[in-house]
């Protein structure tokens, strides 16, 4: 037998499909790397780019720690159907939260890309650190198989910009070399062209050199992303947006009732107030959900002037007297003195996502976001922005 792409095939007539089962006896490989996994469906995005510390025991019979079907298993909270294995034939992966993939019909399946390269199976690949997992609902016709929902990455973009000024963003296409598309590993990064990248009231199309020139206007941090009919979406990427020296994006306020114009930063890694700025996805400050719909995905950005170098999560629940705090190693609450909790680390960056394994129960959440960057300033609490209270009941 022969693995090809991601599953195994007898002949080169073979079908490819995602495959979850592998040789039993797989050796989990040693560390815990923290990585990225986020799912395209056929209409729409299932999840997110996602971050999981891979440092639980092996989850499925067979696959390592470190593989990209435990990866996956953390980032969906069980929420797919594993592909139990059979022998060496295999049971492969067909529905991820819901969405069902059977290779039944016109090549219906599920594509992994790794680090933006054709995945070589989900159970025997192997992740590093910083590794991102790219699931992409396909459709690849025969001989070849070959992927027909290509990635595309946004390989150049700003951290931070002057509102109205212009910027430029970068877009990339990954392509698989001809008569070699099902290849593991293979994928090439080529200028993306007709591409639109929107958000923040903002939108601009690519053009041959795979360029996009935009503006934004209001200022905080806006979420954006590339998108093309026939192409996966690329990962949301924040921009921070500041009006001169704002006090956003690390700029230096001006002293309350200080007139003229202020000296320029020495040089150097600003250290000071207003360093870092944070952003939750959506709008969990002050909202009630109902029993079963609260949120499950945290995610969000942390700009800085500098590089941001570590973000961690923090989460109470107070219920009918008593409070809790979030266990993110053992990923659940434990009794806690209220008020008090433990923050957890989520990503090693300015973007940030974590999963809850399940909807949270009813009662009162307070969610602090922690921030440090390279400079060593932190990231000060304020309510809606860094902490945001939402209630479940």
Request: aromatic share 6%; net charge negative.
């Amino acid at each position: 037998m022969l693995m090809y792409r991601n599953r195994w095939v007898v002949g080169l007539a073979a079908p490819l499909v995602v495959a979850l089962c592998c040789l039993s006896g797989v050796a989990s490989a040693a560390g815990a790397p923290t990585v990225t996994v986020r799912i395209e469906g056929e209409s729409g995005t299932l999840l997110p780019a996602t971050k999981v510390t891979l440092n639980t025991p092996e989850p499925l019979s067979g696959c390592a720690a470190t593989s990209v079907a435990a990866a996956i298993n953390l980032a969906v909270g069980g929420n797919w159907d594993h592909g139990q294995p059979e022998k060496y034939s295999g049971d492969f992966t067909k529905t991820i939260l819901g969405e069902t993939h059977e290779f039944t019909h016109e090549s219906d399946t599920w594509t992994a890309w790794v680090n933006y390269k054709l995945g070589s199976g989900i159970c025997f690949e192997l992740l590093s650190e910083g590794a991102e997992v790219l699931m992409v609902a396909d459709h690849t016709p025969e001989p070849f198989y070959a992927p027909t929902v290509l990635p595309l990455v946004v390989s150049e973009a700003p951290a931070s910009v002057q509102s109205g000024s212009t910027f430029s963003v970068k877009v990339s296409e990954i392509r698989t070399p001809p008569h070699a598309e099902a290849a593991p590993g293979s994928g090439e990064a080529v200028p993306a062209e007709g591409v639109t990248v929107s958000g923040g009231g903002a939108s601009a199309v690519t053009g041959p050199d795979g360029v996009a020139s935009l503006q934004l206007a209001s200022t905080g941090v806006d979420t954006l992303r590339a998108t093309k009919a026939g192409d996966a979406p690329s990962a949301t990427f924040a921009v921070c947006v500041h009006d001169g020296n704002d006090g956003n994006c690390g700029t230096t306020a001006p002293a309350s009732g200080v007139l003229g114009v202020m000296s320029p930063p020495a040089p150097g890694p600003y250290r000071g107030p207003f360093a870092l700025v944070a952003r939750l996805a959506g709008q969990l400050d002050g909202r009630v959900y109902r029993p079963g719909h609260g949120p499950r995905l945290l995610s969000g950005a942390v700009s800085s002037h500098s590089l941001v170098t570590s973000v961690e999560l923090e989460l109470r629940r107070d219920y009918r007297g008593r409070c809790y705090a979030w266990d993110g190693l053992r990923e659940r609450f434990a009794l806690a003195r209220c008020g008090q909790g433990t923050p957890f680390q989520v990503a090693t960056g300015g973007q940030f996502s974590y999963l809850l394994p399940s909807a949270l129960p009813a009662g009162r959440y307070v969610l602090d976001v922690h921030a440090r960057d390279v400079a060593g300033n932190t990231l000060a609490l304020a309510r809606g922005t860094s902490r945001t209270v939402f209630y479940v009941r």
